[in-house]
């Protein structure tokens, strides 16, 4: 038994609070199939993300079996299924992979063969064994719903909350999807609740809820619902209800409420079946689960392999075609070193030569360094931001949002070390790179590449949509050159309040400590740039990685619904 007592929600708008629902009563029992309908904007939807607690009423009670929702916690993740009004499947995978990564991630399962079973079961029930191999983007309007109930099935929710799971579909795709509706609904444990606008088949329904203006103006068989508003035909309620002033409607259902319900109890129909809602699986296994996915998504897109695959290898490329006249310089200059200490002296002493060359070094290593930032905007500017309303409806079935962040972590890490460590070795290689030692030069590239991918990542889960966390991405790395100070002279004030910020400065001057004494004279003599000892370079390449995850991890637990 669903019960709401009392309910009102509002919102802040400004400084005006505005009431999007007053005065919710409601009683339904279990093996129920209720409609909510209303004209638009009238809060169905609203109400909808109440009861699966989205929302936080602001005043009143849900109850649930006798068990008070907001006081006694809410239900557990695998006992509702919301299924919301947009798509919440991934589009690269078939229709079977995304019920098996719904599983992997709510429904903990004892061994293979039972999960197995489960997804031959949730298949079958929603009519979509024939389609299993289908690829979610081929999937037509009527199938898509099917498989959006079906993700919600895997955890034998004994609420199921569907909005405007119909609308948009033809006729016979929309009575087929009813049916499945009130089929589910046929268990004992379960209430099924289906958000609509349409008014043309409400016979399945057990009850009908109708809102008008945040308020409940009916709720009982559809057999009644004509004689109540004295229409001819279900229709005409809407026409009917703008004739008289909102609240009016409510005052008289105010009314006739109790006489209402007792002519027409709302009580379970040939209910069957004992349902008892899945498990959530723990951490690791929600781990593995998501980190195999994006490992799939990201070897099912051919453009997206493409383009990384020529980023990785076209970039260090870039760096040595641009500075290929000066290669053949610190070529020469570093094969001089050990063989004849005098010819380098003749050479060093030539302090035009050398100067240039102290910019050829300098500027190469910036070339590397911007490069690096670059694929770390690319790799995670969209990560969060393009699947955030997917991620949404998975937190809210269970998904941890740490684990979540931990999996980007663990797929981001492998693409970010691959980046890195081909782009230093293979421009170390080539040109021959005057450090001291490799090593901490490998090490603060990839902390270079790892520190924009956390940033971007940071912003990701912040951004509104993919498009303006990659926007606000490139000008971050836009502004990586400028600021960083290394190629043009900023004020020196400007310099210490912006260079805090700039991952790109901090690996290019660490790298510049780390040159061998002889040439980092000169790179010190072309630039005026402060250069910051190496160590300080790393434990600030290290706070941007942190303020990156940790940015990710508080956007991505914030609820972000779009509708
Ligand atoms: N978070 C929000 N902020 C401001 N207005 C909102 C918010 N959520 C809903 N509304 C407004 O509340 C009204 C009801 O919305 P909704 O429940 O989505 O309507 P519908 O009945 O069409 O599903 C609409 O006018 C909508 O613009
Ligand atoms: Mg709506």
């Known amino acids: 038994m669903l019960e709401l007592k009392n309910i009102h ?37 609203t109400l909808l993300k109440l009861i699966a607690g989205i929302n936080q009423e602001s005043s009143g009670s849900i109850f649930w079996n006798g068990r008070n929702l907001s006081e006694e916690g809410d239900l557990e993740h695998a006992e509702i299924g919301y299924v919301p009004q947009f798509s919440i499947a991934y589009e690269a995978l078939t229709v079977e992979e995304n019920i098996e990564s719904a599983i992997g991630l709510r429904a903990e399962t004892e061994n293979r063969e039972a999960f197995h079973q489960l997804v031959d079961t949730v298949l079958a029930s929603t009519g979509l064994d024939s389609l299993r191999d289908r690829s979610v983007k081929v999937l037509s309007g009527g199938q898509r719903r099917r498989l959006s109930l079906a993700l919600e099935l895997v955890t034998d929710p004994v609420l199921l909350l569907c909005d405007e799971v119909t609308s948009g579909l033809d006729p016979k795709s929309e009575q087929e999807i009813v049916h499945l509706m009130h089929q589910l609904s046929r268990n004992e444990h379960r209430l099924v609740v289906n958000v609509t606008h349409s008014l043309a088949s409400l016979e399945l329904y057990d009850s009908v809820l109708v809102l008008d203006a945040g308020r409940v ?37 105010d009314k006739h409420r109790l006489a209402y319900y007792e002519s027409y109890p709302v009580k379970p129909v040939n209910a069957s079946a004992v349902s008892v809602s899945a498990v959530t699986p723990g951490a690791a296994a929600q781990f593995w689960a998501l980190f195999f996915r994006r490992w799939k998504i990201f070897f099912r897109d051919k453009g997206q392999i493409f383009l990384q695959l020529a980023i990785l290898i076209g970039f260090p490329f870039l760096v040595i075609v641009f500075e290929l006249d000066g290669v053949e310089q610190t070529r020469r200059l570093s094969e001089s070193v050990p063989s004849s200490k005098e010819a380098f002296e003749a050479e060093t002493n030539d302090m ?130 400028p600021l960083s100070g290394a190629v043009l002279a900023l004020p020196e004030w400007a310099g210490w309040l912006s260079r805090p910020f700039i991952s790109a400065y901090w690996s290019w001057a660490g790298i510049m400590d780390g040159m061998d004494r002889d040439y980092f004279r000169y790179i010190s003599e072309v630039t005026d740039t402060w250069l910051s000892p190496m160590r300080l370079s790393f434990t600030v390449l290290i706070v941007h990685v942190t303020v990156g995850l940790f940015v990710a991890y508080i956007g991505v637990k914030k609820p972000r619904w779009d509708a």
């Not at 009563?25 to 279990?30: F, G, I, S």
């Not at 030569?353 to 910019?359: E, H, I, R, T």
């Not at 937190?395 to 230093?424: C, E, H, N």
């Not at 971007?456 to 912040?462: D, E, H, R, T």
Request: glycine share 8%; net charge neutral; with cysteine.
């Open 9 to 45: 929600f509002k919102i802040r708008k400004g400084r005006d609070e505005v009431p999007l629902l007053e005065e919710i009563n409601l009683r339904v029992p279990t093996g129920h199939f209720m409609a909510i309908v209303g004209p638009s904007g009238c809060g169905k939807s």
């Open 217 to 253: 103006v009916y709720h009982g068989p559809p057999r009644a619902l004509e004689h109540y508003f004295s229409v001819e035909k279900a229709e005409d309620v809407y026409p009917q209800l703008a004739k008289r002033q909102p609240g009016e409607w409510a005052q008289s259902w």
């Open 352 to 481: 035009t030569f050398n100067l240039n060359l102290g910019g050829i070094v300098s500027g190469l290593v910036m070339f590397q360094v911007i490069l690096l930032t670059l694929m770390g905007s690319n790799n995670s500017a969209r990560e969060i931001a393009g699947e955030r309303q997917i991620f949404e409806k998975e937190k809210l079935g269970g998904v941890r949002p740490a684990v979540y962040i931990g999996s980007k972590l663990a797929f981001l890490s492998l693409l970010v070390l691959m980046q890195s460590v081909w782009m230093a070795v293979f421009v170390q290689t080539v040109c021959e790179i005057p450090s001291q030692s490799f090593v901490p030069h490998l090490l603060l590239l990839l902390l270079v590449n790892g520190a924009m991918t956390a940033i971007c990542l940071g912003i990701s889960s912040l951004a509104k949509t993919a498009d303006q966390a990659s926007l606000l991405s490139i000008y971050l790395v836009g502004f990586q050159l």
